[in-house]
């Protein structure tokens, strides 16, 4: 029980919960807005309605494949995490999408957006940012 609780609080020193406009600019600095036509708004909508922001997000699907960190980056196509058979194409240990070194997950977002279904892949972005006034998501950061 002790190195349980140890664990999980190693656990939570390594992610974090981004404030929306620190996400904001960290998501600008990493040359996202416009990355493949997508607005930085649209990516921040995504974020938020996928993780809330958080790199620790984790949620399991129907299919047994399970989805990572702030993207929600699945590990049936994009990331190993040893449990789903893994096409891997950003060829990185899930777990690599959960820590507060957004670099990775940012590059294999990247990646998921790069392939036919683009934005589409995200049904967060589907049912809450598609064909949606986005603006909001980033009122008040000076962007
Ligand atoms: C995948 O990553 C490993 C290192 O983690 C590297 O050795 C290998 O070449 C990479 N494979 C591809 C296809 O990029
Ligand atoms: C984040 O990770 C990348 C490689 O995965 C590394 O090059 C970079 O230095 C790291 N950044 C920080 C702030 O640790």
Redesign the pocket.
């Known amino acids: 029980m002790k190195i349980l609780v140890v664990l999980l609080l190693l656990t939570l020193a390594d992610g974090k919960s981004f404030e929306r406009c620190e996400w904001a600019r960290m998501l600008k600095a990493a040359a996202m807005d416009g990355y493949r036509g997508i607005s930085l708004a649209n990516w921040v909508c995504l974020t938020k309605w996928e993780s809330q922001f958080n790199t620790q997000a984790i949620n399991h699907n129907k299919d047994k494949s399970t989805d990572y960190g702030i993207f929600q980056i699945n590990s049936r196509w994009w990331c190993d995490d040893g449990q789903t058979r893994s096409a891997n194409g950003c060829n990185i240990s899930c777990s690599?999408l959960l820590t507060d070194?957004i670099?990775?997950a940012i590059r294999c977002a990247k990646r998921v957006v790069g392939d036919p279904q683009g934005i589409e892949a995200w049904v967060g972005w589907r049912v809450h940012c598609k064909n949606q006034d986005v603006s909001t998501y980033l009122s008040g950061c000076g962007l």
């Open positions: 690599d070194n670099s990775t």
